[in-house]
């Protein structure tokens, strides 16, 4: 049976924390006593530096009840950062930690699932929106462009996948090994690799309190996304550069026809060349940096080359020379 540990980022949720605490300390021991989960399966609370009783109502809670335990950040250090703070601690002690929101806007139903797939051998399981009807225009549209661009850049996200996703301990072991500071685990989890699988819930609305995204986090949340991810912006530098040098040439060739056509005042010609050309060709220049320091960006990340999934190396060649020995 598998030791889950569920890591429930908490950022001034007092107002949510004592009903989720409820629910999903009613669910984990549904799934023990369906023998889904271990005795020893956690749910861990990681306290985002709130300013209010957050980090009270996990103590206490804790306190009573031995599944329930906490984790305290010393500071707000964002939803990304306080996830993988819980993930990493989970990973000590766990055979595979789901994530989860403390709203618990994701529903828990479909925590039967992830376990069932993680029994199948599933080394990710990621929770995906079957749709967006609760969202409103503007969030609905925002967020479907924006993994629509993801996927124009090059970059492989889940669509419709936030947070809510099972990790088993060895890609838990995986994810350790990607030392960037600007987390967006949505971009690295797809890169680890492993056997995966989806499942498919509704996401209901917040039952108590606030939004913690507000518009500014979530526009610096895709932002990192996209740089974190893609060098291809420094890529359209370069091209928008080649193609103004490219038309460069076009425009001079009309300014000297122009020129010899006695339809150019004095100066205009040479003038109108040098702005294009010498434009494009700075525009190229920083390109090529750009590609340079975008090569620097991946190396100081310093992500692992490679992780690897099943290795089979027999040690069984004693035998065999024994074997051709005893038949000399
Ligand atoms: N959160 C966090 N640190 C932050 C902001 C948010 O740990 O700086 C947590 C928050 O408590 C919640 C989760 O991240 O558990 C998602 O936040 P929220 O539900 O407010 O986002 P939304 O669902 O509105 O996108
Ligand atoms: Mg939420």
Redesign the pocket.
Known sequence: MAKVYFV??????EEVLPETIKRLNNKLEKLIQAGKADLESRIIF?D?GSKDKTWQIIENASKKNPYIGGVKLSA????QN??LAGLMTAKEKCDCAISL???L?DDIEVLDQFIDKYNEGCEVVYGVRSSRDKDTAFKRGTAQGYYKFMAMLGVDIVYNH?DYRLMGKRALDALAEYKEVNLFLRGIVPLIGFRSDYVYYERNE?FAG????PLS??LKFAVDGITSFSVKPLKIISNVGLTICFLSILFFIYTLVSFFAGKSVEGWASEMCSIWFLGGLQMLSIGIVGTYVGKIYSEVKARPRYIIDKTIISNDTDQTVNDSEEKL
């Open positions: 429930v980022p908490c950022y001034n949720e990681v985002d707000n250090r964002g939803h306080a996830l929101d403390a709203d806007q936030a917040r606030e939004s913690k995204y986090k979530m």
